[in-house]
């Protein structure tokens, strides 16, 4: 061990100082411990990011290790940037989604944008070319024009970033509700595509190799990004905005082509992104991983500006930086290789074989921890769990007795409200302004149940979605987190994937109080259920707490991110009705459960009731039904029922594609058991819609499985209008309202003018 | 025949293009470098898609002074064929290569979408294998893609037939919903008074394979090679 000497001008560590660092007494204390010695102000600022819950995942940690993490076919599980996953043929996909929720409700443009670069940078360092970007988005009431700014803000960060980088954004989803409101959801994902023997991971190896800075600049922005990630929103937030980083996919573009070079040539050992926490959390995770010691000069570090001191060069987010470790004698060919990209390499450190970690400036040594406890000796926490009454009686109370509107009397005035509901109407605005079609891959965008990429080289394709309902979840955390893991793999089946491997965004609010990380613990133990049951081990993910502002919580909203593989091109399976005369079935059980439903909402306003059931043997067989329904050719499409129910399923295969409206004529009158409106709009799960030339085939397939299966309909390609027969009444929409409702409400929206239009709400548009 | 395109940094569709030429054509394709004044010996340049030195300053202004752009000019000044495709219509309108310019959709957002696009004129080394009047499908993906010239010089792009590529409706109607950036005329496409550089903001490239939606664009590739092996 080194002596270790403040700086000169360091300000003096106070209790003050450390709370505003977000140590607690406790963790403070075991700072001391750890050092034998109070810390100096680098220490406090280096150990303030990592031991943040957004680096440490102190409160997650123990509750996240009971997910199931491991297949046959898992390359690399948590623990890495990306989990990587075999797809056979030698070749492998890595994929993992993380949160920007806190820098975009400051700032959505770079906020959102930011949170791309920073998940392409995850994907690049395993070795594999970013082949595509999903986004899962919540916001509060688009009738808000702060959360229009903020949804126009997101979209066009996103579309800027990644259009810019040239990597298509194929899927997602958006939700719309007021428990969104001052804290929206920005969760990314990104896909990559590598040959399996490329894979390269972040541990730093070799005593003497050097450890290289490369790609941009490291400036003052973002400066305890980590940190603001975790705590709740506030009225102070907005101060807080130089937390917030700057993007600039150009540089990104460059960086990821170098990077790709770089893990090609055999030049590096280990490769890492500065994302959270920067040089800190890089540096010392991969010293960590490799069981080393690092030391790093600061003066080292390629600055753009004068006068950094340590903490701010250690703390910096700048983006578009990664720290390598290079093999001994080979710097010159990782500068060249970084020089024909125009970017920068420079020599920062090197792997050192005694356990410490060690940041000098110039000779002084303004930082040592011992070994990787810096890493390790995060305290980990087991908060109180308690279910809040309030939502146990929410969830007591019956949905099925909330009286129904007069307008309700018909049941297509009902579909055209929801179909226009902001969370179930077509996102086209949005994905219009996302390049969807680069890199050639794309065989199904944005707007169906899945996206689907070609796999070149190959006779296989892969299907990727995000999915997670916060309603279900907020009634019910358990059956919740079931819910948004069956779904994605429903959504990635009616594509005729098989479900392979997730990813997951776990995003929830203060976890220090109990009935918040109730809900936490029990929406993973539901995740595992159905991960358990799926066979679609967690192969990493994030978690974002704190999502709390003045106005409370926001829905507990785990967002899955769901691979899934097909095996044969000619299995690939479209959402919309195809072929005039088709038979129409509904494959699993109709349940009739209209609580905590996207109707009660929309048309009641109420958020009340019991999630509908999820059954995850049922699903699991719904699923391998389906799949084996296409794998005999007898599908012709096939769509998931979710928000919204069967009629809103019914209609998205009529009008949900533009270039392929169909009608169709349902009789559901034998469903005599249920409600008119429960059959239509309640949302039970493990439903899927299918259209058949060969419905015996399928009804067959069914039996054999042990599904249930109905003939409920045929597809009209000619009829300009769904019409549905139901036990006590009878519903007939044109195709031409539906249509408008479901494609015009969007853009109508968001064409409205602010009612206030303040130099914060016009900046971040006016700066591109 | 050998196909050379130009890799600038932030071009993100020169994988498409070298895929569409190799695997869809079967001809040879290289990539060229932007620092390098080498062609290859390549008979077609194709300027991709992308954001070329990140847009900054304006589409295509600081590409244009690339080392490449030098050889690029010659290849195009003694005849030689040139596909500029959204970014690259950009740069050879920066370069002098074509006239007018791109400016920011009128809308002012990033557009993302499979458009209709009719052919205008089927007698150019690069729709030769098109009917006039025919409708394709093509996808767009640009934010800077309203095409603009002054009147004298839209009116003489007619009159010298040079408008090859409009965007239309799917029965081949024009209209304001059909373009999708509100280029003038409804301009999607334009080649040089010697008729061997084309410009064109639709990405012909993304459209060569019928598993991703449209084959239409194979035969724009195809006119090169007819006409340049004749």
Same mark, same amino acid.
């Given at each position: 061990?080194?002596?270790?000497t403040?700086?000169?001008?360091?300000?003096t560590?106070?209790?003050?100082?450390v709370a505003?660092?977000?140590?607690?007494?406790?963790e403070?204390?075991?700072?001391i411990?750890?050092?034998?010695?109070?810390?100096?102000?680098?220490?406090l600022?280096?150990?303030?990011?990592?031991w943040s819950e957004?680096c440490?995942y102190?409160?997650?940690?123990?509750v996240?290790?009971?997910?199931p993490?491991?297949?046959?076919?898992v390359l690399?599980?948590?623990?890495?940037n990306?989990?990587?996953?075999?797809?056979?043929?030698?070749l492998?996909?890595?994929?993992?989604i993380?949160?920007h929720?806190?820098p975009?409700?400051?700032?959505?443009?770079?906020?959102?944008?930011?949170g791309?670069?920073?998940i392409?940078?995850d994907?690049?360092t395993m070795g594999?070319?970013?082949?595509?970007?999903?986004n899962?988005?919540?916001f509060?009431?688009?009738?808000?024009?702060?959360v229009?700014?903020?949804f126009?803000?997101?979209?066009k960060?996103?579309?800027d970033?990644?259009?810019?980088?040239?990597?298509?954004?194929v899927?997602g989803e958006?939700v719309?509700d007021?428990?969104y409101e001052?804290?929206p959801l920005? /969760?990314?994902m990104?896909?990559?595509?590598m040959h399996e023997e490329?894979?390269?991971?972040?541990?730093?190896?070799?005593?003497? /190799?050097?450890?290289?800075?490369v790609?941009?600049?490291t400036?003052?922005?973002g400066?305890?990004?980590?940190s603001?990630?975790?705590?709740?929103?506030s009225a102070?937030?907005?101060a807080?905005?130089?937390r917030i980083?700057?993007?600039?996919?150009?540089?990104?573009k460059?960086l990821?082509?170098?990077?790709?070079e770089?893990i090609?040539?055999?030049?590096?050992?280990?490769?890492?992104?500065?994302?959270?926490?920067?040089?800190?959390?890089?540096?010392?995770?991969?010293?960590?991983r490799g069981?080393?010691?690092v030391?790093i000069?600061?003066t080292?570090?390629p600055?753009?500006e004068?006068?950094m001191t340590?903490?701010?060069v250690?703390l910096s987010?700048?983006?578009?930086?990664?720290l390598?470790?290079?093999?001994?004698?080979h710097?010159?060919?990782v500068?060249?290789i970084l020089?024909k990209w125009?970017?920068?390499?420079?020599?920062?450190?090197?792997v050192?074989?005694?356990?410490?970690y060690?940041v000098t400036e110039?000779?002084?040594?303004?930082?040592?921890?011992p070994?990787?406890?810096?890493?390790?000796?995060?305290?980990t926490y087991?908060?109180d769990?308690r279910?809040?009454p309030?939502?146990?009686?929410?969830r007591a109370?019956?949905a099925?007795?909330?009286?129904?509107?007069?307008?309700?009397?018909d049941p297509?005035?009902?579909?055209?409200?929801?179909?226009?509901?902001?969370t179930?109407?077509?996102?086209a605005?949005a994905y219009?302004?996302y390049?969807?079609?680069?890199?050639?891959?794309?065989?199904m965008g944005p707007?169906?149940?899945?996206a689907?990429?070609?796999v070149?080289?190959? /006779?296989?394709a892969?299907?990727?979605?995000?999915d =997670?309902?916060?309603r279900?979840?907020?009634?019910?955390?358990?059956?919740?987190g079931r819910?948004a893991?069956?779904?994605?793999?429903r959504?990635?089946?009616?594509t005729?994937?098989?479900?392979?491997a997730i990813?997951n965004?776990?995003?929830?609010?203060?976890p220090?109080?109990p009935?918040?990380?109730y809900q936490f613990r029990?929406?993973v133990?539901?995740?595992?259920?159905?991960?358990?049951?799926?066979?679609?081990?967690v192969t990493?993910?994030?978690?974002s707490?704190?999502n709390?502002s003045?106005?409370?919580?926001?829905?507990p909203?785990p967002?899955?991110g769901?691979v899934g593989l097909?095996?044969?091109?000619?299995h690939i399976?479209?959402?919309?009705f195809?072929r005039?005369?088709?038979?129409?079935?509904?494959?699993g059980?109709m349940?009739g459960e209209? =609580?905590g439903?996207e109707?009660l909402?929309?048309?009641?306003g109420?958020v009340?009731?019991?999630p509908?059931r999820?059954d995850?043997?049922?699903?699991?067989?719904?699923i391998?039904?389906l799949l084996e329904?296409?794998r005999?050719?007898?599908?012709?499409?096939a769509?998931?029922?979710s928000d919204?129910?069967?009629?809103v399923?019914?209609?998205?295969?009529c009008?949900?594609?533009?270039?392929?409206?169909?009608g169709a004529?349902?009789?559901?009158s034998?469903?005599?058991?249920f409600?008119d409106?429960?059959i239509l709009?309640?949302?039970?799960?493990?439903?899927i819609?299918v259209?058949?030339?060969?419905?015996?085939?399928?009804l067959e397939?069914a039996?054999?499985? =042990?599904?249930p299966?109905?003939q409920i309909g045929?597809?009209h390609?000619h009829?300009?209008?769904?019409?549905?027969t139901?036990?006590t009444?009878?519903m007939?929409s044109?195709?031409?309202?539906?249509?408008?409702?479901?494609?015009s409400?969007i853009?109508?929206?968001?064409a409205r003018?602010?009612e206030h239009?303040?130099?914060?709400?016009l900046?971040?548009v006016?700066?591109? | 025949?050998k196909?050379?395109?130009?890799?600038?940094p932030?071009?993100?569709?020169?994988?498409d293009?070298f895929?569409?030429?190799t695997?869809?054509l079967g001809?040879?394709a290289v990539y060229l470098?932007?620092?390098d004044?080498?062609l290859?010996g390549?008979d077609?340049i194709?300027?991709?898609g992308?954001f070329s030195?990140?847009d900054?300053l304006r589409?295509?202004?600081?590409?244009?002074?690339?080392?490449?752009?030098?050889e690029v000019?010659?290849?195009?000044?003694?005849?030689?064929?040139?596909v500029?495709?959204?970014?690259?219509?950009?740069?050879a309108?920066?370069a002098?290569?074509?006239?007018?310019?791109?400016?920011r959709?009128?809308?002012?957002?990033?557009?993302?979408?499979?458009?209709r696009?009719?052919?205008?004129k089927?007698?150019t080394m690069?729709?030769?294998l098109?009917?006039?009047g025919e409708v394709?499908?093509i996808?767009?993906?640009h934010g800077?893609?309203?095409?603009?010239?002054?009147?004298?010089v839209?009116?003489?792009?007619e009159?010298?037939?040079?408008v090859?590529?409009?965007?239309a409706d799917?029965?081949g109607?024009l209209s304001?919903?059909?373009?999708p950036?509100?280029?003038e005329?409804?301009?999607?496409g334009?080649?040089?008074d010697?008729?061997?550089?084309?410009?064109?903001?639709?990405?012909?490239e993304?459209?060569?394979?019928?598993?991703?939606?449209?084959n239409?664009g194979?035969?724009l590739?195809?006119?090169?090679?007819s006409?340049v092996?004749?």
């Open positions: 061990m080194s002596e270790v403040p700086r000169p001008g360091d300000p560590i106070t209790s003050a100082l505003e660092h977000g140590l607690t007494k406790e403070y204390e075991r700072l411990g750890m050092l034998g010695r109070a810390p100096t102000f680098t220490e600022g280096i150990v303030s990011a990592l957004h440490s102190k409160h997650s940690r123990p996240l290790k009971t997910l993490t491991t297949a046959s076919y690399q599980g948590p623990g890495e990306a989990g990587v996953i075999s797809i056979g043929d030698g492998a996909v890595a994929f993992k993380e949160s929720n806190h975009s409700a400051v700032e959505p443009y770079q906020g959102a944008a930011t791309v670069g920073g392409l940078r994907v690049f594999a070319r970013p082949i595509a970007m999903l899962s988005l919540r509060g009431s688009l009738d808000d024009s702060r229009r700014y903020l126009s803000g997101v979209v960060g996103i579309g970033y990644g259009n810019c980088v040239g990597i298509p954004t899927a958006i719309f007021s428990a001052n804290n920005v /969760n990314a990104c896909v990559g595509l490329d894979l390269i991971r972040a541990k730093a190896e070799g005593v003497g /190799n050097p450890i290289m800075a790609g941009a600049r400036g003052r922005d400066i305890h990004g980590a603001f990630a975790s705590e709740d929103l102070a937030s907005d807080k905005r130089p980083q700057v993007g600039d996919p150009f540089t990104e460059l990821l082509e170098a990077s790709l770089l090609k040539s055999g030049h590096i050992v280990a490769i890492q992104d500065m994302g959270a926490a920067g040089l800190t959390s890089s540096s010392a995770e991969m010293a960590e069981d080393v010691g030391t000069d600061v080292k570090v600055t753009r004068s006068g340590p903490y701010e250690l987010e700048s983006q578009e930086r990664m390598v470790v290079a093999r001994k004698g710097e010159e060919e500068r060249a020089r125009d970017l920068t390499a420079a020599v920062i450190g090197e050192i074989a005694e356990l410490v060690r110039g000779e002084r040594v303004v930082a040592e921890f070994g990787s406890r810096l890493v390790t000796d995060c305290p087991s908060p769990a279910e809040a309030a939502i146990r009686d929410l109370a019956d099925s007795v909330v009286p129904e509107r007069a307008e309700e009397k297509a005035w009902t579909l055209e409200q929801l179909l226009s509901a902001p179930i109407a077509s996102k605005w219009r302004q390049d969807s079609t680069v890199r050639t891959n794309t065989v707007g169906g149940d899945a689907v990429l070609r070149r080289g190959t /006779n296989k892969i299907a990727v979605k995000t =997670g309902n916060g279900y979840v907020y009634l019910d955390p358990r059956v919740g819910i893991v069956a779904e994605a793999a959504n990635v089946a009616c005729g994937a098989r479900p392979m990813t965004c776990l995003n929830f609010g203060n220090t109080r009935e918040v990380f029990e929406a133990a539901g995740m595992a259920e159905a991960c358990r049951a799926l066979g679609t081990p990493g993910g994030n978690v707490l704190y709390e003045p106005s409370g919580a926001v829905y909203t967002v899955i769901m097909i095996d044969d091109l000619s399976t479209r959402a919309s195809q005039d005369g088709d038979t129409i079935l509904l494959l059980e349940g209209l =609580g439903s109707y909402a929309t048309i009641h109420e009340i009731g019991a509908p999820c995850v043997g049922r699903e699991k067989a719904v391998d039904a329904a296409i005999s050719g007898v599908v012709s499409s769509h998931d029922c919204g129910g069967l009629a399923a019914l209609a998205e295969c009008i949900g594609d533009r270039d392929c409206e169909s004529e349902i009789d559901l034998n469903y005599s058991s409600s409106r429960a709009f309640g949302e039970s799960q493990g439903r819609v259209s058949s030339s060969a419905p015996k085939r399928v397939i039996q054999r499985m =042990g599904v299966c109905a045929l597809v390609r009829s300009e209008s769904l019409e549905i139901l036990p009444g009878s007939r044109p195709l031409s309202r539906l249509s408008q409702a479901y494609h409400t853009p109508t929206v968001m003018t602010p239009a303040t130099f914060d709400e900046a971040p006016a700066a591109h | 025949m196909f050379g395109i130009v890799t600038f932030g071009s993100n569709c020169d994988y293009a895929h569409a030429i695997e869809m001809e040879d470098w932007h620092k004044h080498d290859q390549s077609v194709i300027l991709p992308g030195y990140g900054y589409p295509g202004a600081i590409a244009r002074f690339s080392p490449i752009m030098q000019a010659a290849h195009a000044k003694a005849g030689g064929p040139v500029g495709v959204c970014n690259g219509f950009q740069i309108c920066e002098g290569l074509l006239p007018g310019a791109l400016m959709n009128a809308n002012l957002q990033f557009v993302s979408a499979e458009v696009v009719r052919i205008e089927s007698d690069f729709t030769n098109y009917e006039r394709l499908r996808p767009v993906a800077d893609g309203r095409y603009v010239a002054s009147a004298e839209l009116d003489e792009l009159a010298e037939g040079r090859i590529f409009r965007y799917a029965n109607t304001a919903d059909a373009n950036n509100g280029s005329r409804n301009i999607a334009i080649i040089s010697g008729g061997n550089v084309l410009g064109l903001m639709p990405h012909p993304r459209a060569c394979s019928p598993l991703l939606g449209s239409d194979v035969r590739f195809e006119s090169i090679l006409r092996a004749a």
